[in-house]
């Protein structure tokens, strides 16, 4: 099985073969050409031995980590790191040659860089999830999404937005604060109200990060959180399918970025009943732990020898969930999450907002009116509006429900349906979704403070590779004066003898 895998540093993909037919017989000047131009993508000289189109790769491989990707007769084999993430993928489905230019294109290249690379962060914008990305045509997003969502190992997916007529490209990748609200959501609008109804007829689908395609352009949408009437049987040799509510959240800092996607959503979706939308609020910027903090001290630099320049064997472990969450501050607010002096969460606000689908399609644009009402359930729970408001879009999508039901069955009694009044919520309660949103705010400093640890860890093996290669350097350059005063060449560079030596393998070698 083939297999094609991504850098953040140089992102190419090797092909399988692709161009051999049922028959078995192989294209030779396609595949030549395909064979040239990854060679050439992967400075390989074109007379180098043809490729067995296997490529490994490793995820954040450091330019200092100096990994090469040797040919070993035919095949491409990389140097074990253990300490770095592979992502593969098995190549079910292949990218085509002109995939091969567009993925290794700058604009490409920064996009899977951000996905792989700290999800998404910028410097000093650690706080966000979210990012836009312009001047991306079709072909691109086509050939990004290919990569990732046919990649198995980069987990959580990113959700892309693809806004087609202004070439933009969102990236968003959740956090635990984000997806709580959506799956209490996802939750209860999965029991639609407390409705009866036969699923034979009727199935109610809740999808949440589900990819949609635009009908008038090439845009691509995901939405958090969407729920859908499918109807079993065809009607009039058609597959009915409405499309009936929508849930997004955003942190506060992403809203911008987020705001041209929620309208996408809604205005492609014009016969929804119920739109919501969620606002988590953290009273600021996040930033990370400073390098003189008491975290950075307490959580880092133990781990590193400034004398002997090596870090200590159980640098590679980060706190787990439970420790570092034992290590929080319990005289800090219940919506802060505060370890070593630094904190990670806090929670300002969570509200809501919620529109119903009157005589016309839903609105985003109007705050307030008569089909809008808020919530808020931090600081303090107040839900009164949102829950009668969330009422009375269950009762439009009861009877929409109705109505199929009808239409797929004209002998079917739909009283029992059209006489039921929705109830919001049924198996939780906000109070639940309140502790919830705590427990996510946990999880979601444990994420930062995973993300930031590891960053800085590689700042420290940075340093410590640099401290290694100048005693090297200095050694060498002494033992080759006194060994051999004559020879003032290349190999008295410890640099130019590892290049001599990585291309003396098999004549090849290729740095990635």
Request: charged share 25%; glycine share 4%; hydrophobic share 35%.
């Amino acid at each position: 099985m083939s297999t094609v895998v991504i850098s953040p540093e140089s992102c190419y993909t090797s092909l399988p073969d692709f161009f051999r037919r049922n028959s078995g017989q192989t294209n030779s000047s396609q595949e030549k050409f395909v064979n040239r131009n990854l060679k050439k993508s992967l400075s390989l000289p074109v007379s180098a031995s043809p490729l067995s189109w296997e490529a490994i790769s490793i995820k954040n491989a450091a330019k200092s980590s100096k990994t090469s990707l040797l040919t070993n007769g035919n095949k491409l084999a990389l140097p074990a790191t253990p300490t770095e993430t592979q992502l593969t993928w098995t190549a079910t489905k292949r990218l085509i040659s002109s995939d091969c230019d567009i993925i290794s294109s700058g604009r490409c290249k920064n996009v899977l860089k951000a996905i792989l690379d700290s999800n998404l962060n910028c410097p000093g914008q650690h706080n966000r999830t979210s990012k836009a990305f312009s001047d991306i045509s079709a072909d691109e997003y086509e050939a990004i999404s290919k990569v990732v969502f046919e990649t198995e190992h980069i987990y959580p997916k990113p959700r892309l937005t693809f806004l087609s007529d202004r070439s933009i490209l969102i990236v968003e990748m959740a956090l635990p604060l984000h997806e709580v609200g959506i799956t209490f959501l996802a939750s209860e609008l999965s029991l639609l109200g407390g409705i009866p109804f036969d699923e034979r007829l009727v199935t109610v689908i809740v999808d949440t990060n589900r990819r949609r395609n635009t009908l008038n352009s090439r845009s691509i949408y995901t939405p958090d959180l969407s729920v859908s009437f499918k109807v079993m049987k065809k009607l009039n040799g058609r597959r009915q399918v409405r499309h009936v509510a929508l849930g997004e959240c955003a942190l506060s800092q992403d809203e911008d970025v987020l705001r041209e996607k929620f309208k996408l959503e809604v205005a492609s979706n014009a016969e929804a009943d119920l739109v919501v939308k969620l606002k988590v609020d953290e009273g600021g910027d996040y930033e990370r732990p400073g390098p003189n903090s008491d975290a950075y001290k307490l959580l880092v630099a133990t781990k590193f020898n400034h004398d002997s320049m090596t870090l200590v064997p159980s640098a590679e472990c980060h706190l787990p969930l439970d420790d570092f969450t034992y290590l929080m501050d319990v005289s800090a607010p219940s919506t802060s999450v505060v370890v070593a002096g630094h904190t990670w969460c806090n929670i300002s606000a969570v509200r809501f907002q919620i529109w119903v689908r009157g005589n016309i399609p839903i609105d985003v644009n109007v705050d307030d009116g008569p089909d809008v009402a808020h919530g808020t359930l931090f600081p303090s729970i107040d839900m009164d509006n949102a829950n009668d408001m969330m009422k009375r879009g269950l009762a439009r999508m009861r009877d929409r429900l109705a109505t199929l039901l009808q239409a797929s069955d004209p002998q079917f009694d739909v009283s029992l349906i059209t006489q039921h009044d929705p109830t919001f919520p049924i198996k939780l309660n906000w109070d639940h979704c309140h502790d919830n949103f705590l427990i996510a705010a946990e999880e979601t400093a444990h994420a930062r403070y995973i993300e930031w640890y590891h960053d800085e860890l590689k700042k420290l093996r940075k340093l410590s590779q640099a401290g290694q290669d100048s005693d090297s350097s200095y050694t060498d350059s002494g033992t080759s004066q006194s060994d051999d005063s004559h020879d003032d060449g290349p190999y008295c560079n410890t640099r130019a003898r590892k290049k001599q030596r990585t291309s003396d393998l098999d004549g090849e070698s290729v740095t990635i």
